[in-house]
């Protein structure tokens, strides 16, 4: 069965650093998002991404954010400098969209720590 | 951002009894509704959805039912197993873009 795998599972970074969190989307899916979930609260929206381009964003994607698809199968999830409410679950998903099935398939989450 | 919202932070049910969770939204634009299912240390896995156009929709025990005019759904669960204890997210779209979730409610369900 296709799934969305996340690499690395947990992610340790010193305050300022950057990282980059990096996803492998469903091969036919048109659709990719990032989602975030600091300890014990909701899930939450960053961004949607589709056609090589941001589709739609949060209040939480500032320009300390940003998203790429560098080669037509990854897509990665870039914080320039981290900050210590940073540390959270990130979720990536990616669905068909589009008139296809609009569920999202998550991947497994990485897992983040500022220090 | 409160537009999809459960109130219930956690419910705990006997194992063969229904589950009822309850999801509420705000936006009227939504026109596509997910439950999510979460066990901790992985990510939300699809469960069922429903279309704005329908009212219910039936997945062997999973039942969602939508009621557009209250802007509320709820999923059911008949029976209710152990192995259903995770934590429930419900989810809504507009225009097939991305999805808002709702803070999550945590079954238990008890043998």
């Known amino acids: 069965e296709p799934e969305v795998t996340q690499t690395p599972s947990h992610q340790v970074t010193q305050m300022g650093q950057e990282v980059i969190l990096r996803c492998v989307p469903i091969?036919?899916?048109?659709?990719f998002y990032w989602y975030r979930q600091i300890l014990g609260q909701k899930v939450e929206f960053l961004v949607s991404?589709?056609?090589?381009?941001?589709?739609?964003k949060s209040e939480i994607f500032d320009d300390q954010f940003s998203v790429e698809r560098p080669d037509g199968s990854n897509f990665t999830l870039k914080i320039r400098s981290t900050k210590l409410e940073d540390s959270a679950m990130y979720f990536c998903?990616?669905?068909?969209?589009?008139?296809?099935?609009?569920?999202?398939?998550f991947g497994q989450g990485t897992r983040l720590t500022v220090v | 951002d409160q537009q999809v919202k459960q109130n219930s932070p956690s419910l705990s049910v006997q194992e063969g009894r229904i589950s009822i969770l309850n999801c509420d939204y705000t936006?009227?634009?939504?026109?596509?509704f997910l439950w999510y299912k979460k066990y901790p240390a992985e990510g939300p896995t699809f469960l069922i959805s429903?279309?704005?156009?329908?009212d219910k929709n039936e997945d062997g025990r999973f039942t969602v039912f939508l009621n557009k005019s209250a802007k509320h759904l709820s999923l059911h669960i008949v029976p209710s197993q152990p192995g259903d204890s995770a934590v429930y997210f419900c989810?809504?779209?507009?225009?097939?873009?991305?999805?808002?979730f709702g803070a999550g409610t945590r079954l238990t369900v008890k043998p």
């Open positions: 091969s036919n899916h048109l659709y």
């Open positions: 429903i279309s704005s156009i329908k």
């Open positions: 989810a809504a779209s507009a225009n097939n873009n991305d999805m808002r």
């Open positions: 936006n009227s634009m939504f026109d596509y």
């Open positions: 991404f589709y056609n090589n381009e941001i589709s739609e």
């Open positions: 998903a990616s669905s068909q969209g589009l008139g296809g099935s609009t569920e999202a398939f």
